[in-house]
């Protein structure tokens, strides 16, 4: 077993920005977002539920911990609204964590300290077009702006993880699984996440209760709620294809 801990999601290659080795590199986001086309689920931040709950189904991991997640797709289809061309479906929000890569904050313990990193892989990361990241030696508004969007996801994604926590530690979560129907034959289950039991809300002591309200969380606990109506959406997304459908697309695109 390894000790290498594992890469955020869409990360291959994770190093810091660094204006002596990345000077000529420029920030291209025409690329599109082929490097989330395989991904079922989003890490969401708190700020976002209210927009998110508009599109996708928001549920909580199952694991040890219940962080959001907005589900875009369905098990081994990927995402279902990103097309073949690597756009997002214009109908459809994109998630700050998406708008986000290829930059990221990491901390260092070692060194207490936190630094911005990139995925040096990233197809919209290159020499040819796009907007600087450095000039003269010194961040550009671009990379700035960039920086700035990570912070504030990260605040965001902690609060988000905050949330998920206490809502487990109430006994407010209880795992679900859903079923998919394909059009062309056979079905598939979702399994691995988390719904609020609206019922137990009521029980929730109002001390309790008013802390939530003060964190500001309770418009995303509605917004949670809100949002199961988006199932019917990515289920009729996911019953016009197959798994056996999106290996063949997969195979295809190697």
């Known amino acids: 077993m390894s000790d290498t801990p594992a890469l955020p999601l869409f990360f291959s290659?994770?190093?810091?920005?660094?204006?002596?080795q990345h000077a000529a590199l420029r920030l291209d986001r025409a690329t599109g977002y082929r490097?989330?086309?395989?991904?079922a689920s989003i890490p969401?931040?708190?700020?976002?539920?209210?927009?998110?709950?508009?599109?996708?189904?928001?549920?909580?991991?199952?694991?040890?911990?219940?962080?959001?997640?907005?589900?875009v797709g369905i098990n081994d289809l990927g995402n279902l609204f990103i097309?073949?061309?690597?756009?997002?479906?214009?109908?459809?929000?994109?998630?700050?964590?998406?708008?986000?890569?290829?930059?990221?904050?990491?901390?260092?313990?070692?060194?207490?300290?936190?630094?911005?990193?990139?995925?040096?892989t990233a197809a919209c990361l290159a020499t040819g077009q796009g907007a600087m990241l450095f000039e003269d030696g010194k961040p550009t508004a671009a990379l700035g702006e960039a920086v700035q969007f990570c912070?504030?996801?990260?605040?965001n994604l902690t609060a988000?993880?905050?949330?998920?926590?206490?809502?487990?530690?109430?006994g407010l979560l209880q795992e679900e699984e859903a079923t998919v129907n394909f059009t062309a034959?056979?079905?598939?289950?979702?399994?691995?996440?988390?719904v609020i039991r609206a019922d137990r809300l009521d029980q929730v002591a109002d001390d309790t209760f008013l802390d939530w309200r003060?964190?500001?969380?309770?418009?995303?606990?509605y917004a949670h709620l809100h949002s199961a109506g988006s199932w019917a959406r990515l289920i009729d997304l996911a019953a016009g294809t197959s798994p056996a459908a999106s290996a063949a697309k997969k195979v295809e695109e190697l």
């Open 13 to 20: 290659k994770v190093v810091g920005v660094n204006p002596a």
């Open 35 to 39: 490097f989330a086309a395989a991904a």
């Open 44 to 71: 969401l931040g708190l700020g976002e539920f209210t927009v998110v709950a508009r599109h996708y189904p928001i549920v909580f991991a199952a694991g040890p911990v219940p962080a959001p997640v907005a589900l």
């Open 83 to 120: 097309g073949p061309d690597g756009a997002w479906r214009a109908d459809a929000y994109v998630p700050a964590y998406v708008r986000a890569y290829p930059f990221l904050f990491v901390e260092d313990p070692a060194r207490n300290t936190t630094y911005v990193a990139m995925d040096e």
């Open 151 to 155: 912070s504030t996801l990260r605040d």
């Open 160 to 170: 988000a993880a905050a949330l998920g926590t206490a809502l487990d530690a109430a």
């Open 185 to 194: 034959g056979g079905s598939t289950r979702v399994r691995g996440f988390k």
């Open 214 to 221: 003060r964190r500001g969380w309770l418009g995303a606990i």
